[in-house]
């Protein structure tokens, strides 16, 4: 490895200029602990971003959904629907409450929630269990919105919410309405490698006012109304604190920029590397090609009247039609330029904690972790950065 190049990081924070204004307004005010004009403020701004009526805003992403299952009245012993291919953050707050994860694999063209194998699972759970799934959580992976018509649709069906976890998709859409306003419950995170950042942080959103307030309620300690601390039902140290918040407020004002370069990175990557869009998908134990490859580089194309939001460059790298080279060859070639980059999320059916857990699977999150890296894909990378990394992936296919 060079040591004279620095180290290009996958997905870096990157401020936008204004969030020490708000920050230091804190101070002035000496509103440092949780609630305060920063906390208020950045649940408008979403609100007003997404088009979603309320928002409350929390310490992380987890804290959110495992809210959200709360409010979804999940408890001890119920079964709830969650995508497989995901981060572990989706699944773990299902266990918190006591409750069990089913897991569903992912359809082709987005990559998330097979609604198909979702109403598979609902109908098998209830006849081996004799009771329906109490919830569903679909994940927009990787900014790419799941089909949330036909997801929506067959929880109506079957009278079981949706939680909506967007974590990964603040900035995406469908026909024009924004993640994070699908759900019953929605959940966005503001972890330190996410579109914006508040360093750690989440929120939940939702179109339900009193859910929202039993939401913050619950998060703050579950504090009654009274002048002493007194406590009716078990609470949670999960709010957000005033200066966090100044943080998210300052990143909101930088948000659309954030999603366009990040954009722009993906077309990049696309363009320089001659990708070819997955057109087909993955199918069985190799790809399903209706045209070859170039470069044995291909990419997830946005269904129409979607807008991925493209938080992390995503490829699949066929060996078939690159010599042999495997997507764990250009990471090891990328990590020896001193570049970081990861295989796709490791899917939670084939996770050790997960694997007694129900799974109904075609195997297409298994291909796409086989196959899978994403690249660096931060909104500060910089033109000879980007350069960089194709070069070093150019260099380790010629080889």
């Known amino acids: 490895m060079a040591q004279s190049n620095l180290r290009i990081y996958l997905s870096p924070p990157h401020m936008g200029g204004e969030e020490l204004d708000y920050i230091h307004d804190a101070f002035e005010k000496n509103w440092i602990a949780p609630l305060g004009a920063n906390v208020d403020g950045f649940e408008e701004d979403l609100q007003t971003f997404t088009g979603r009526e309320h928002a409350a805003v929390v310490t992380s992403g987890t804290a959110a959904l495992h809210l959200a299952l709360i409010l979804c009245d999940v408890e001890q012993g119920d079964e709830v629907i969650c995508q497989s291919f995901t981060f572990a953050a989706s699944a773990n707050p299902i266990k918190y409450q006591g409750a069990n994860p089913v897991f569903?694999?992912?359809?082709?063209?987005?990559?998330?929630?097979?609604?198909?194998?979702?109403?598979?699972?609902?109908?098998?759970?209830?006849?081996?269990?004799?009771?329906?799934?109490?919830?569903?959580?679909v994940v927009h992976l990787y900014g790419m919105p799941a089909k949330m018509e036909r997801i929506l649709e067959i929880g109506r069906k079957y009278d079981i919410p949706v939680i909506e976890d967007a974590a990964e998709a603040l900035g995406s859409s469908i026909n024009g309405q924004k993640c994070g306003t699908f759900g019953k419950l929605s959940v966005l995170s503001f972890n330190g490698n996410k579109i914006i950042t508040t360093s750690g942080g989440g929120a939940l959103l939702g179109d339900d006012e009193a859910l929202i307030n039993k939401a913050r309620f619950l998060a703050t300690q579950a504090r009654d109304d009274a002048p002493h601390y007194q406590h009716s039902e078990l609470g949670y140290n999960y709010r957000m604190s005033n200066i966090v918040a100044g943080i998210g407020r300052g990143q909101m004002k930088v948000l659309e920029e954030r999603v366009e370069a990040r954009r722009a990175n993906h077309q990049y990557y696309y363009k320089q590397l001659n990708g070819t869009w997955l057109e087909s998908g993955i199918q069985n134990s190799e790809f399903k090609i209706q045209n070859s490859s170039e470069s044995g580089i291909y990419f997830l194309k946005e269904p129409e009247n979607y807008k991925s939001n493209r938080w992390l460059t995503t490829v699949l790298v066929n060996p078939l039609?690159?010599?042999?080279?495997?997507?764990?060859?250009?990471?090891?070639?990328?990590?020896?330029?001193?570049?970081?980059?990861?295989?796709?999320?490791?899917?939670?059916?084939?996770?050790?904690?997960?694997?007694?857990?129900?799974?109904?699977?075609?195997?297409?999150?298994?291909k796409l972790f086989e196959y899978g890296l994403c690249l660096p894909s931060g909104s500060s990378l910089k033109e000879k950065e980007k350069r960089r990394v194709v070069a070093s992936i150019r260099d380790c296919l010629e080889k």
């Open 104 to 137: 569903v694999d992912s359809e082709p063209e987005t990559w998330n929630m097979s609604p198909q194998l979702l109403e598979q699972a609902i109908n098998d759970r209830i006849d081996k269990t004799g009771k329906k799934p109490k919830a569903i959580i």
């Open 321 to 366: 039609e690159t010599g042999g080279v495997s997507r764990e060859d250009i990471r090891l070639a990328l990590e020896d330029q001193n570049i970081e980059s990861r295989p796709l999320w490791k899917p939670m059916h084939l996770q050790p904690y997960y694997k007694d857990s129900p799974y109904y699977g075609n195997n297409i999150s298994d």
